[in-house]
Every structure is written in C-alpha cells, then in structure tokens.
C-alpha cells in the first residue's frame, strides 16, 4: 500500500505532461516503471537497513544527485531555503545590512552597506562580533551568524562587537531593516567626460538602477560610459530586457526563448522609448559574466551598440522557470535556452551529451556558427560572448595571492584606518614608499610562505630523479637552481611592488569610503577601465570596431 502511495502521488504530479505527449506512450511506461521501482526500493531499504534511515535527508540526495545529472542551475528548493531564494531574486532581506566574513577563524564585519542600520550604527569594516542577541557566535559559520542578523525589520538586535586594536568589547544595539542590495553599487565620473556605472547582479529593479546611474552621469557631464558587467552571474530575464531598452530602440528583439514546452517560446522586445541610443559606450565583460549579463553584452554588439571590452563570457545561454511543489517546496528547472538578436545561444557546455565518465566538455570552437550583427560583422554562438577587443588578464604573483589569501591586506588596511583619521579622495589615495616599507616591516612577522610553480617542479623533478636512481648525477644542478628560486624569493616584496601597493590602496581606500572607494581607486590601474578609455578617447578607433572591416 505505502509504495502505491507513494507512486501515485509522483504520478499525480506527472499527469498535465504525460496527457499533453499520449503519443509517446511507452517513454511514460519507462517513467511510471521507473517511479514504482525507487518507491519500492526505499520502502525495502526503510524497512531492513542495519541503521536508522532519515527519509528527509536520504531522499534530499536522490533528488539532487539526479537533478545534478541534468545541469547545475536545475535545483530543489525545500521549504527551510525559500526565503534564501527569494533574497537572491529580490535583492531584500530583512538584516543589519552588513556583508560579514570569517577572518582568522573569527567572525568580522567585511563591508557595511551605506546608509544601512549598521553603517547608521557604526560598525566599521574590521569589527569582530562576539554574540548576536546574547548568543556566543565563537566557532559558528558565518551561514549561521547571518541566520541570527536576519529577521522582520524593525526588530531590534544586539550585538557585542570588538574593534580593531581594542581589548575591551562594546555593545552595539540596532534595529534590521529591509536591506535592498544595489544592482547598481556604484556610478561615477572617471575622468571629466567618460561615465562609469557597474552592474554587478539583475534582481527586481535593475532596469531602473541602471536608467538612473546613465541620467545622473548624464547631469554630471558624461559624454561616453563605461557599463561595467564584469562577474555579474546574471539574474532576472525581464531586467536584462529593460536594460538593453535603456540603449536600443523601442520594438527591437532583445532575446528570445526556445524549449520543449513550445506554448513557452517567447520573443522579447524593447518595449518603451530609449533612454540614450547615441552615446558611446563601451560594456566591459570577463569570463564570470553570465546569464542576464550574456543577453545584455550580446544584444549590445548584435546591435553593433557597444564595443566590448575584456574577456569572453562564461556562456550560460540557459533559462530556468521556479514551479511549485508538494509543502512549501519549489523546483528551479532548465526550461529553454536564450538567444541573441542574430540568431545565436552562447551556451557553452554540453549537458545533454556527457562523457562516459559523467563529464561535461565545451563545444569546441570549430563547431560554432557565425552569425552576423546589423552592420555585417560576425559574431559566433556556442561559447559566449567574444569581446571586440579582448585585454589580456592580469596574473597576480604567488606572493600577492598569499598575502590576500592570507588576509595579510584586509588586517594592515585595520592598523592604517587606526593610525590615520583620513585619506585624499580614493581615486588619488597613493602609498608612498616609505608607507609601502612600513607594510613590508608588518609582514615580517607574518607567516608568507610559498611554494611558487618552479619550486613545484623541482620537487616533482627530484623526485622522479631519485625513483629513477638518477639524483646523485643532477643533485648539484637542482641545488644551484632552489638556492637561485629562493633567492629570488626573498626579493618578490619589491620585484612585485607595483600590483602589492595596488591592492593593498584599494583595501585601504575601502576604509574610508567603503565600496565606493574601493572602486574608484582602481581607476588609474584597471586594465579593462584603461583599455575602454583608450576605444572610447579615439573616435576613429571606436567607430572601426562597429562597422564591417
């Protein structure tokens, strides 16, 4: 009776698409075959397994290691995560308005959101939080601290909160808030004619962030923009439509949807006037940008409206619709894929042919297909979105990386925000050597060890020497070699100077004027910002790169 139950209720839920495909009726045997056997099995593994079987949780891994077998965007959503979900599409919680992150094992204020309860509060970036309402957060996750910020605003909550180089705590009472997380965190001039707005997600009223961010650049004497996409992991379809509205005209296809529900095929157009279709502007990509930020970059170059700048896209070309299930539950699915004005789907992994392994590959470059933008230039599908001008990444050194890794930067940034009450504007903030030298005395003491790629394949060298008994022979050779690396190691502080004190300003900047700052002062270095002030300063050069050469 119980796995009758069971696959009836699974059936039931199946019953609007197996009427709709009666013509495929034997695929449905197999489904319906299939849902009897699983019913069967875990009501026989229920009932004589050695130990106690927690139903919830052995059947949470059915589903997901199933659902994980189609893509990685296709989820179950239970119950206890709604209100996760919800944050992620909406951009509002109810909270104190402060990204938190664990650093050297305890729990520390990371960036307060302006204008939040808990910038209103003065919590500072660098503040350690011992209890939340009385409750010790000491070897919890930062997970679960963010469970205890979070609730119906106009609560109150306490904290107790330890600031850098003090000893004693200090309580800190507030109220939450609904927090409403920018889409747009930042716009501002770089220099007195090119604009610069980022956009780093696509939740509910991104369209109008960004028409607000191109106005006030505009009254601020923007004459070009820079639109910032980079790691934007994409978000709702509908904003990535009102926002390539903001510079496309009225009645133009933005992107359309194609899936097996053909009742679901859409096509979506620009629907209102827009905001500036002339100014120049220069959209910059990477390779975490995706989804929604993939329709907006391809719209803008299929339109030849833009001229991309930085690195090939991710190539997420893939759509997914939420439905409701059984106790509050929701399945997030893969319901179609997208595509660009001219015709092609960036989508740039395989999910339906997997290797024997289980492995998914990228569609190789010799199978996309070109397509052409409104002036004629080819453009190609299957791997996302090229950039028209591609700026080779910066490959920060092993030193640079342990430092940050280690929170070398974020803790010296602490000490310098104590020892100096102000800074010159973020965008011209410069450590000067001697401040430079003072932060290499700070690491002396510091644990920076590391191993760099030449020291790893003299390892890996001398070992495969002594299994082949040949070490005595090149011993002396592979000594000379480690003593010259480690030489060279010990000069890596000064060697890489230039891209340290780069990122250690921007820490320090963020001091002052939080994430903001922290933007602005990677102005003068950025290689993707210099490289679209260089398109955008050369009429000629950002003309040639949107018409057919």
């Known amino acids: 009776m119980y796995k009758k139950s069971i696959a009836a209720l699974l059936l039931g839920a199946l019953t609007l698409g197996l009427f709709s495909f009666k013509s495929e009726s034997e695929r449905y045997f197999e489904i319906a075959k299939n849902l009897d056997v699983f019913a069967t099995l875990f009501k026989e593994v229920n009932t004589f397994y050695v130990d106690d079987v927690p139903p919830a949780k052995m059947m949470r891994t059915g589903i997901d290691a199933m659902l994980k077998s189609l893509d990685p965007y296709t989820n179950y959503i239970p119950e206890d995560d709604i209100e996760d979900f919800r944050t992620m599409t909406t951009g509002q919680y109810g909270g104190i308005g402060a990204l938190i992150g664990s650093h050297d094992g305890k729990i520390t204020v990371q960036m307060p959101y302006e204008n939040s309860p808990a910038h209103k509060a003065g919590l500072v970036i660098g503040d350690v939080i011992l209890k939340v309402n009385g409750v010790d957060v000491t070897g919890k996750s930062t997970s679960d601290v963010t469970k205890l910020l979070k609730g119906q605003a106009n609560t109150p909550v306490k904290l107790e909160v330890r600031s850098y180089g003090q000893t004693k705590s200090k309580t800190v009472e507030l109220n939450r808030a609904n927090i409403m997380v920018d889409n747009v965190p930042y716009y501002g001039m770089i220099d007195d004619q090119i604009g610069y707005f980022q956009l780093s997600g696509f939740t509910v009223d991104a369209s109008k962030e960004v028409k607000t961010a191109v106005q006030k650049l505009k009254e601020m004497g923007a004459k070009k923009i820079v639109f910032d996409l980079r790691d934007n992991p994409g978000g709702l379809l509908h904003e990535a439509v009102n926002i390539s509205n903001v510079f496309v005209d009225k009645g133009k296809d933005i992107v359309s949807t194609k899936g097996k529900v053909k009742e679901w095929n859409k096509t979506y157009k620009a629907l209102d006037e827009p905001l500036d279709k002339e100014i120049p502007l220069v959209i910059l990509t990477s390779s975490r940008s995706a989804s929604a930020s993939e329709i907006v970059a391809g719209v803008m170059q299929d339109y030849d409206r833009a001229v991309l700048v930085g690195e090939r896209t991710f190539g997420k070309g893939l759509v997914q ?47 996309r297909v070109a397509f052409k933008t ?159 002030k260089q398109v955008l300063n050369d009429s000629q050069k950002y003309n040639s790169f949107l018409k057919l050469k």
């Not at 399945?331 to 998914?360: F, M, W």
């Open 321 to 367: 619709a939420t439905r409701p299930l059984s106790y509050n539950s929701q399945l997030k699915v893969t319901t179609a894929k997208y595509y660009t004005p001219s015709g092609r789907c960036i989508q740039a992994i395989d999910y339906a042919h997997r290797n024997e392994d289980g492995s998914v590959g990228m569609i190789p470059d010799s199978l």
């Open 374 to 532: 409104v002036a004629g230039r080819l453009v190609y599908d299957g791997g996302g979105i090229s950039p028209d001008v591609e700026v080779e990444q910066q490959n920060y050194s092993e030193i640079t990386k342990t430092i940050a890794r280690k929170g070398y930067f974020f803790e010296y940034a602490n000490k310098y925000k104590a020892e100096h009450s102000t800074i010159p504007a973020a965008a011209k903030f410069k450590l000067s050597d001697d401040e430079y030298q003072q932060f290499v005395s700070f690491l002396a003491n510091k644990d920076v060890n590391y191993t760099t790629a030449i020291e790893s394949e003299l390892q890996d060298l001398s070992a495969k020497a002594k299994d082949g008994k040949h070490y005595d022979d090149i011993k002396s050779e592979l000594e000379a070699i480690k003593k010259k690396v480690s030489h060279n190691k010990a000069n890596d502080l000064m060697r890489f100077k230039t891209e340290i004190k780069e990122m250690l300003e921007a820490e320090i900047a963020s001091r002052y004027y939080l994430q903001k700052g922290y933007i602005e002062s990677t102005f003068d270095d950025d290689p993707d910002i210099l490289m679209a």
